[in-house]
């Protein structure tokens, strides 16, 4: 899993700025595909942090598909609300940052 240490302060500082985020990616029937995390990797790269809509999936297959995206996308799985789930990467050179955390 992809390790960048968040305090609890800079989790808390990032679902705020997601609450006025739209669902930039949606995850449907077709699940983990190499197309979704190509989708998914773009849209982090850009924006660092990120909220995505699970569309096909119920309660109880959220959290296990949320902690593989966190797994397989390399980024933090920052929180979940009903079938929405906020996904944070930092960008590695800082003059691309889009998000400041310090």
């Not at 998914?40 to 809509?53: M, P, Q, S, V, Y």
């Not at 930092?90 to 955390?101: E, G, H, S, T, Y």
């Amino acid at each position: 899993m992809y390790e960048f240490p968040l305090t609890g302060a800079q989790k808390t500082f990032l679902r705020g700025v997601g609450q006025t985020l739209e669902a930039s990616v949606k995850i449907g029937k077709g699940g983990l595909t190499p197309e979704f995390l190509k989708e998914l990797n773009k849209h982090l790269n850009a924006r660092e942090l990120i909220k995505l809509r699970f569309v096909a999936a119920d309660r109880d297959e959220r959290p296990v598909l949320a902690a593989q995206i966190a797994d397989e996308g390399r980024c933090i799985w920052i929180s979940s609300v009903g079938a929405t789930a906020l996904f944070f990467r930092q960008n590695p050179d800082p003059a691309k940052r889009v998000i400041d955390l310090s």
